[in-house]
């Protein structure tokens, strides 16, 4: 717990297991507290700047009504009003917001620039999804597997689509918490070979697999996993990625090569029917409604952690 007070949060490669496994029984107490109505306010007097310079519905909205819910303030920062979107340099808002609030929630593009917002800022800084990295979001999924399987553990995970933010936090986390995890993506859309090399190197009782093939990657999952083909900022590619993504749908028959109580999982937003066909996502074995309201819950753990 010591250990997690005033850390900033830009990926999980930066987080031990230990610190993982604390935030999300962190996120399981907060959770319960919010079920039964207990008010709980340990972040009373503090604001949360949040940066947005691409589009959010969960991240925007869970981040706001999670700090309110803590006691604290939250301020939408859209790039679009804020002066970093006429060119005002990363380093000069980061010690100006430093001042002002208690912690910063960015969304962007470039890595290095939640790197850069991070080293110049003498507050809390946490990644809420970059083109490579999207941390918030595995933190509420591990939640999510914990709860619907019990444990973490020996579990495997396939991940099928696009080697993007989602692919990399997932092979991360999944490593990191004894997870297997599988990729399967066309040979030119693979998780960027570093990260594959990090996660790897991660994994200790686990494997970390990259495939071109669909059902080598579902076999024996007990979780199966998707995402967009065309991720925010790829939207002019839409048509080529339908094309590479064609046999990379989540569908019916790629399911049955799955354990039979494989969960399905999606960050959200979805594409009925390009990357998962509808009677999956809306179907039993779907658990994406409770995954995205784990995002509340694994945040608020994290900014009582980092922030408290
Ligand atoms: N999953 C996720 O981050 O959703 P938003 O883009 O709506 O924030
Ligand atoms: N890979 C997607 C995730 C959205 C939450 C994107 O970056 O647009």
Not at 46 to 62: A, D, H, N
Not at 240 to 247: I, L, V
Not at 274 to 298: K, W
Request: net charge negative.
């Amino acid at each position: 717990k010591e250990t997690l007070k005033g850390r900033d949060f830009l990926t999980l490669a930066d987080y031990s297991k230990a610190e993982i496994s604390y935030l999300l029984e962190l996120s399981k107490r907060i959770k319960q507290k919010r079920k039964n109505g207990e008010i709980y306010e340990p972040l009373k007097g503090k604001t949360l700047g949040m940066i947005f310079e691409k589009s959010s519905t969960r991240t925007r909205v869970s981040f706001e009504a999670g700090i309110y819910q803590l006691g604290g303030t939250g301020l939408f920062l859209s790039s679009n009003d804020i002066q970093i979107g006429r060119g005002e340099l990363i380093s000069d808002t980061a010690k100006v917001l430093s001042g002002y609030l208690d912690g910063i929630m960015i969304r962007t593009f470039a890595q290095k620039d939640v790197e850069d917002l991070a080293e110049n800022a003498s507050i809390p800084v946490i990644n809420g999804l970059t083109d490579v990295y999207h941390p918030c979001q595995v933190l509420a999924d591990l939640q999510t597997i914990q709860e619907v399987k019990g444990s973490l553990e020996g579990l495997k995970l396939a991940y099928i689509g696009d080697g993007n933010n989602m692919a990399h936090s997932l092979m991360i986390g999944a490593a990191k918490m004894g997870i297997d995890v599988a990729i399967a993506a066309p040979k030119e859309y693979q998780p960027l070979n570093a990260v594959t090399e990090l996660a790897t190197g991660f994994a200790e009782n686990s494997q970390v697999v990259v495939t071109e093939d669909v059902v080598e990657a579902v076999a024996n999952a007990d979780v199966i996993y998707s995402d967009v083909w065309a991720s925010m900022g790829q939207e002019a590619e839409q048509a080529k990625r339908e094309k590479a993504f064609a046999t990379y749908q989540v569908n019916k028959e790629l399911f049955s090569h799955a354990n039979k109580d494989a969960i399905f999982m999606h960050c959200l937003p979805a594409h009925r029917g390009e990357e998962v066909t509808a009677d999956i996502i809306d179907g039993p074995q779907s658990v994406v409604f409770q995954e995205a309201e784990n995002r509340l819950h694994a945040q608020k753990a994290l900014m009582v952690a980092l922030m408290g």
